[in-house]
């Protein structure tokens, strides 16, 4: 059996949050992956890669991310991987996943500090 690492998250709750944020939040996941992969703190490297596949999983299975969006995501998820599994991986690959997921977690913060000021979504 599969074991739940954001149990609130698969409760539900993430299916309230909108792409940016949910996506800001796996590229969270993926950053610090990323880190613990290049320090060689194989724990730390081994949660964070199972949570940044788990958050992947779940928007992936949003409903309201089907079609393109989906696919990107999947894709997105599949150059995760690659980075730490695929001999033949790009150098730049870990940068080029940084810089994307940096722009959603930039927008996600920026839709924070709208809804905080009473802006809205």
Known sequence: MKRTLHKHAAAGAWNRLELVEQLGNVGSEVERAIRAHSAGRTNRFEGAFERALELFDLTAADP???????????????????LFFDPDV?????????KYFFG???AARMLHYRRRSGGGA
């Open 64 to 82: 309201r991310w089907r079609g393109h969006r989906c696919q990107e995501i999947l894709r997105a998820r599949e150059e995760f991987c690659r």
């Open 90 to 98: 790009a150098p730049d690959s870990a940068e080029g996943l940084r």
């Open 104 to 106: 959603f977690g930039h």
